[in-house]
């Protein structure tokens, strides 16, 4: 099985009154230097079969119809390297 993400943030000129508040406690949590944060969501789909050109179509439609409003934000969609997503982060 193979794993797509799909990525969704808030487009640039829309304010994201979520990422800001992160923002500014951040330093009063220790973290200096953070200039800016938007806040998003994540996405990963577990495909049946193989992840094509015309699956790849299906979860763009997907995305664009159900996981994001495309009037204020954007998505991206990607397939993840499955050894890679095994990986713990350091």
Known sequence: MARVVVDVMLKPEILDPQGQAVQRALPRLGFDGIADVRQGKRFELEVEGPVDDAALVRIRELAET???????????????????AAEPVK
């Open 66 to 84: 159900f996981l994001a409003n495309t009037v204020i934000e954007d998505f991206a969609v990607k397939v993840e390297d499955p050894a890679a």
